[in-house]
T-cell receptor, first 113, second 112 residues
């Protein structure tokens, strides 16, 4: 069956530009999570959705970062005025309600020049 | 302040032997623990999990042990195979569908 998919797989942008990263969760999964992984680190939580609403956005580093999930399925992570420090792999995961086994997509590697 | 710690950045094991990966945590509210495996250029893949009401969970070659009093868990892989070579992440969560807190990972190399 289809797993979590993320597009694009790679994104190179210039400092100051706006980017959107997309996540398609596993069909039927109600919870969707965004994480960011920097080199040599484990994934770090950014934001998570239950259905359409953001249940917890405490991991977003600042107000340049925003995410939506308007129909409770696909989610978009939006980063305004990108900075070089935003360069990382952005991971999306989804899960059913119940045991907290989250299934990850392949990630989007963002490079800000 | 790291709530989940994997103190060994790397581990090298011979094929056929046992691999033991360790993880410590500080938050006593964690009640669910997971291990993920990650190959380069791929997302983490769920491997095995354990609830805090258990002290052991086994799935084929993989066994996770949980010692709540020591706030320590370990992943045993036996026998180790070259295809097990990857980065292994320990993760934990508080009750409910909540964000996972990850360690920094341990790179396992299984040598043929």
């Amino acid at each position: 069956g289809a797993g979590v998919s993320q597009t694009p797989s790679n994104k190179v942008t210039e400092k100051g530009k706006y980017v959107e990263l997309r996540c398609d969760p596993i069909s039927g999964h109600t919870a969707l999570y965004w994480y960011r992984q920097s080199l040599g680190q484990g994934p770090e939580f950014l934001i998570y959705f239950q259905g359409t609403g953001a249940a917890d956005d405490s991991g977003l580093p600042n107000d340049r970062f925003f995410a939506v999930r308007p129909e409770g399925s696909v989610s978009t992570l939006k980063i305004q005025r990108t900075e070089r420090g935003d360069s990382a792999v952005y991971l999306c995961a989804s899960s059913f309600s119940g045991p907290n086994e989250q299934f990850f997509g392949p990630g989007t590697r963002l490079t800000v020049l | 302040d790291q709530q989940v710690k994997q103190n060994s950045p790397s581990l090298s094991v011979q094929e056929g032997r046992i691999s033991i990966l360790n993880c410590d945590y500080t938050n006593s509210m964690f009640d669910y623990f997971l291990w993920y495996k990650k190959y380069p250029a791929e997302g983490p893949t769920f491997l095995i999990s354990i609830s805090s009401i258990k002290d052991k969970n086994e799935d084929g070659r993989f066994t996770v042990f949980l010692n709540k009093s020591a706030k320590h868990l370990s992943l045993h892989i036996v026998p180790s195979q070259p295809g097990d070579s990857a980065v292994y992440f320990c993760a934990a969560s508080v009750p409910g569908n909540t964000p996972l807190v990850f360690g920094k990972g341990t790179r396992l190399s299984v040598i043929a």
